[in-house]
């Protein structure tokens, strides 16, 4: 999960860490691929506005990567516009929830989007719920 929003990136770990998911956070962009590299995570959630490098940005270099590719990327922001929406699908995003987001719904969007990947693992394993 990447938000440059302290608080809401405690937050939204904290109720995806009690709901039982392994949740790895960064509050800047660029330590992305970096983690990802060394994590191979089922899923990734990014914010769209940030410094430096904004979540579209973040979500074409991971399409662009062979090794994170596979990897559904949902963003969550406080953007409202459909602009802002086609842009997310057209870096391959796969969900989009806006802020204010309800731990609910948080909870339901990755269960949703965990539960329908099942893609091969550097281990062999399926990816999946955790």
């Known amino acids: ?3 440059d929003d302290p ?3 405690r937050f939204s770990t904290e109720i995806l860490i009690g709901a039982g998911y392994d949740v790895h956070a960064a509050s800047d962009p ?6 990802v590299a060394s994590l191979a995570p089922d899923l990734i959630i990014l914010d769209i506005s940030m410094p430096g490098k904004d979540g579209f940005e973040v979500a074409r270099e991971l399409r662009a990567s062979e090794n ?13 516009d459909s602009t802002h929406v086609r842009n997310a699908k057209d870096a391959g995003g796969v969900a989009y929830l806006e802020k204010p987001v309800r731990s609910s719904s948080l909870i339901w969007m990755v269960k949703s989007l965990l539960s329908k990947q099942q893609r091969p693992r550097p ?3 399926l990816g999946g719920p955790a």
């Open 30 to 35: 660029a330590q992305v691929k970096t983690m």
């Open 123 to 125: 281990d062999g394993a």
């Open 7 to 9: 608080k809401f990136l």
């Open 1 to 3: 999960m990447v938000d």
């Open 68 to 80: 994170t590719k596979h990897v559904p990327c949902m963003f969550i922001t406080a953007h409202r």
